[in-house]
């Protein structure tokens, strides 16, 4: 049974540690997958539900800031370089 499937015929009876669960193991299968901003959807859920355990919250917050930063690498990248005699000041 594929994740959706699971979630379309369970997620409704889900209780909030279950959906936690769910999300964690969810977002792990997007980022294998290289689906970083469902990850990233997923984890911000589980961050907002709220973790009992503090390193669990830790690695959760560490591991959105990073999807963060993977996401906003490319848009960094495809900014335009400066045009030939105009300075760069965030050199």
């Known amino acids: 049974m594929q994740l959706e499937e ?3 015929k369970f997620g409704s009876e889900f209780t909030p540690v279950e959906q936690n669960a769910f ?8 980022v294998r997958a290289g689906d970083y901003a ?3 959807d997923d984890l911000r859920i589980v961050s ?11 690695a959760i917050d560490e ?6 930063a993977a ?7 495809s900014q335009p370089e400066p045009a030939d ?3 760069n000041r965030n050199e």
């Open 6 to 8: 699971f979630e379309q």
């Open 23 to 30: 999300l964690q193991i969810r977002a792990g299968a997007r």
């Open 38 to 40: 469902g990850a990233l």
């Open 48 to 58: 907002e539900n709220g973790v009992r355990d503090k390193e669990t919250q830790k």
């Open 63 to 68: 591991m959105i800031s990073q999807l963060e």
């Open 71 to 77: 996401l906003a690498a490319p848009r960094q990248q």
């Open 85 to 87: 005699g105009i300075e």
